[in-house]
């Protein structure tokens, strides 16, 4: 899953600064939640877009 770094994070011998997205399974990610390190991402987005119109047209 994804997640936002909120705050800055030491995982896996990498630094991540506030902003970046990372990905990580459930059960590392628990315990980072609870300390607020990192938030959860809203789920990837796989609907049909409709057009955005402007002007009323396409």
Do not use: C, N, W
């Amino acid at each position: 899953m994804q997640y936002k770094v909120i705050s800055p994070l030491q995982h896996d011998g990498r630094t991540f600064q506030p902003g970046v997205l990372i990905d990580l399974p459930e059960k590392d990610a628990a315990p980072l939640l609870a300390s607020q390190t990192i938030e959860r991402t809203a789920k990837p987005f796989t609907a049909k877009l409709h057009p955005i119109l402007r002007d009323g047209k396409e």
